[in-house]
T-cell receptor
Framework: NAGVTQTPKFRVLKTGQSMTLLCAQD?????MYWYRQDPGMGLRLIHY???????AKGEVPDGYNVSRLKKQNFLLGLESAAPSQTSVYFC???????????FGAGTRLSVL | EDQVTQSPEALRLQEGESSSLNCSYTVSGLRGLFWYRQDPGKGPEFLFTLYSAGEEKEKERLKATLTKKESFLHITAPKPEDSATYLCAVQAPNFGNEKLTFGTGTRLTIIP
């Protein structure tokens, strides 16, 4: 997963707390994505960005916000965490020339 | 709505026992079908992209094929290191966001 770095790797939150997940890529890609992965559900798109300063909603955006202030960084925020947001979160960046999404190693989040 | 169904959910094979994983899809115009490998605790790792029916791609013991309705990932004489979850995803014409729709994966275990 060279090139896409996610921090933190693990986090435990209490219901109602807030946090920000950081995704950084060093491949100069325009497109970036945030997914969540739950057992039996597969990877589901939360939000995505097609370039610096742009964001858009994916399949399951409720309860999340994102920002893309710099091309290399894509932040995912939870303003008031809920137990339903317990999941593994993956960031990906997209190489348009090769048509391939490259994934980070994931952030495992538990909301108690 | 794009849909991807993978079967079986889990597969256990003896080392050297060849088999195939299935990915059935429904999409309004296929731009690409992707296979990824995911090891426990890690992010998905790109394997193949297939673009049109009849296309085949190979990498070591893996061969991916594509028809108009499904894709197969054939594993020949697998080794324990091939144990992983294999994910299938489709990309449809989607007005520039390049997003993927994923299946829930097949968890493959190769027994020495």
């Amino acid at each position: 997963n060279a090139g896409v770095t996610q921090t933190p790797k693990f986090r435990v939150l209490k219901t109602g707390q807030s946090m920000t997940l950081l995704c950084a890529q060093d491949m100069n890609h325009e497109y970036m994505y945030w997914y969540r992965q739950d057992p039996g559900m597969g990877l589901r798109l939360i939000h995505y960005s097609v370039g610096e300063g742009t964001t858009a909603k994916g399949e399951v955006p409720d309860g999340y916000n994102v920002s893309r202030l710099k091309k290399q960084n894509f932040l995912l925020g939870l303003e008031s965490a809920a137990p339903s947001q317990t999941s593994v979160y993956f960031c990906a960046s997209y190489n348009r020339g090769r048509g391939i999404q490259y994934f980070g190693a994931g952030t495992r989040l538990s909301v108690l | 709505e794009d849909q991807v169904t993978q079967s079986p959910e889990a597969l256990r094979l003896q080392e050297g026992e060849s088999s195939s994983l299935n990915c059935s899809y429904t999409v309004s115009g296929l731009r690409g079908l992707f296979w990824y490998r995911q090891d426990p605790g890690k992010g998905p790792e790109f394997l193949f992209t297939l673009y049109s029916a009849g296309e085949e791609k190979e990498k070591e013991r893996l061969k991916a094929t594509l028809t108009k309705k499904e894709s197969f990932l054939h594993i020949t004489a697998p080794k324990p290191e091939d144990s992983a979850t294999y994910l299938c995803a489709v990309q449809a014409p989607n007005f520039g966001n390049e997003k993927l729709t994923f299946g829930t994966g097949t968890r493959l275990t190769i027994i020495p």
